[in-house]
């Protein structure tokens, strides 16, 4: 009886292990299909006092140095006050006031990179690399080492939350912000496994020629058909803004363009911006 009562205990005990080691490595995948990585963040890093964004994919980034590069940032903001934004954006659908504006671009500037993730081409220095992105070799305080694939090698770069450089972003924010941002770059130093190399989306590079004519079809925000011969044809200059939805400088700049658009208007002008989802 004694025997099965202690292995009936160990059983449980090994269950529970393996239950905690489940819920340890559940994580949600983001794919940074330019980049050429999975960023595996941890679920608990859904519930912290700042935000984790949707990462930024920008891929190759450098087409002389061959440099693809990939952003996870940190905004300190909570989720209640990235709804209450959305949903003033939402409600003035487009129309803001001078203080409405500054709040928006100030709510969306905020946003700082938890780290830089760069692809290089295996065989070359890391310096290199990061001199053809930042302007300087030494931008980054701590390198963390994440593997090759596909030909290339890639890291992680952190620029420390004790870095004076980021005195400005942390300026108007509580002192728990700024620890919890080093202790989610301490993370991911001791957690390399938090990505995943992948094979890169790789999408040729076309270009405009002078000449050339920009032609598109959508629809607006109320679902109505929209052309853009329509678009052109209605002014003398019409300025295009692409832009993501995910992307929080982005929306931020919103309300200058509309500012702008008003100031086209009666020059016969017009700011047209087209957004991907």
Known sequence: MFKRIVALALSVAMLLLC?????????????????GVRFNMPEAWMDLEGMIEEPVDYGLYSLASNVRLGLVLYRPVTQAQEAEMEQLIQERNGEFSE????????????SVPLCYIVGYESGKEAKDAVAALTGS???FDTIVPLGDHEGYTYIAGIINASNPML???????????????????????????????????????????????IA???????????????LFAANKVTMLN???TQCGPCIGELPELDK???EVKPLGGQVVTTAHA
């Open 99 to 110: 203080a409405e504006q500054e709040t928006i671009e100030a709510f969306y500037q905020r």
């Open 242 to 244: 692409i832009w993501q």
């Open 137 to 139: 070799p030494d931008t």
């Open 260 to 262: 702008l658009n008003e």
């Open 19 to 35: 239950l905690t080691a489940v819920a340890e490595d559940a994580s949600v995948q983001m794919d940074l299909e330019y980049t």
């Open 167 to 213: 005195d400005e972003v942390f300026t108007d924010e509580p002192e728990s912000i700024r620890a919890e941002y080093a202790a989610l770059q301490q993370e991911i130093i001791d957690h390399p496994d938090y990505f995943t190399l992948i094979d890169a989306e790789v999408i040729p590079m076309e270009y405009q020629k002078e000449g050339d004519v």
């Open 216 to 230: 598109f079809e959508t629809t607006d925000l109320d679902g109505n058909a929209v052309s853009s011969a329509e």
